[in-house]
């Protein structure tokens, strides 16, 4: 059965602050890995991760992947108080269907 | 484009109704999804279908069933309302002719069975 494995659940930091969000997987025939932000209300896509594609940056945030080890990281520096929410760390199936780890919860004082 | 759209955003159902939650894409995907998602947990798949008059169960399909006559519209239907059903429903798209998995989320629909 494939498996997204999220840690840590939750992280509180304070602004300026840098963080990295970790997720593991064990999955059968790998295609991509994405990572989702979610505040209160539907998933919004961050970066999507694949075999030709294993680091990706936008800003603030950025993500690596490696398929060796079966992992990937999602680092948030100089964190703002809008960078609150869970964070989402998916598999891509074959089928096209997602697997969603639980989530990190980051809560982001001033 | 709107995107994916959802109806409606909370229902409230007593257990043993039943009720349609709607999902509308005008992105002309072939691919839409449905999640539900309990509270601190991540979605999961309930049925997903890969074109215009075929679906297939996903995670957790017990309890719901869906059809797609159109590649607009992918509605789910709850026959017998159970506790265990209240939770947030996500509807999503994807357009399987652009290399990768993003998928595209409607706001959610807010179910409470009591």
């Known amino acids: 059965e494939d498996k997204v494995v999220q840690s840590p659940l939750s992280l509180v930091v304070h602004e300026g602050d840098t963080v990295t969000l970790n997720c593991s997987y064990e999955v059968t025939n790998f295609r991509s890995l994405l990572w989702y932000k979610q505040e209160k209300k539907a998933p919004t896509f961050l970066f999507m991760l694949?075999?030709?594609?294993i680091e990706k940056k936008s800003g603030r945030l950025s993500s690596i992947l490696d398929k060796k080890e079966l992992f990937s990281i999602l680092n948030i520096t100089a964190t703002q108080t809008g960078d609150s929410a869970v964070y989402l760390c998916v598999y891509g199936g074959s089928q096209g269907n997602l697997i969603f780890g639980k989530g990190t919860k980051l809560s982001v004082k001033p | 484009n709107a995107g994916v759209t959802q109806t409606p955003k909370f229902r409230i159902l007593k257990i043993g109704q039943s009720m349609t939650l709607q999902c509308a894409q005008d992105m002309n995907h072939n691919y839409m999804y449905w999640y539900r998602q309990d509270p601190g947990m991540g979605l999961k798949l309930i049925y997903y279908s890969v074109g215009a008059g075929i679906t297939d169960k996903g995670e957790v399909p017990n309890g719901y069933n869906v059809s797609r006559s159109t590649t607009e519209d992918f509605p789910l239907r709850l026959e017998l309302a159970a506790p265990s059903q209240t939770s947030v429903y996500f509807c999503?798209?994807?357009?399987?002719?652009?290399?990768?998995?993003?998928?595209?989320f409607g706001p959610g629909t807010r179910l409470t069975v009591l």
């Open positions: 694949t075999s030709s594609g």
């Open positions: 999503a798209s994807r357009n399987d002719r652009v290399l990768g998995n993003e998928q595209f």
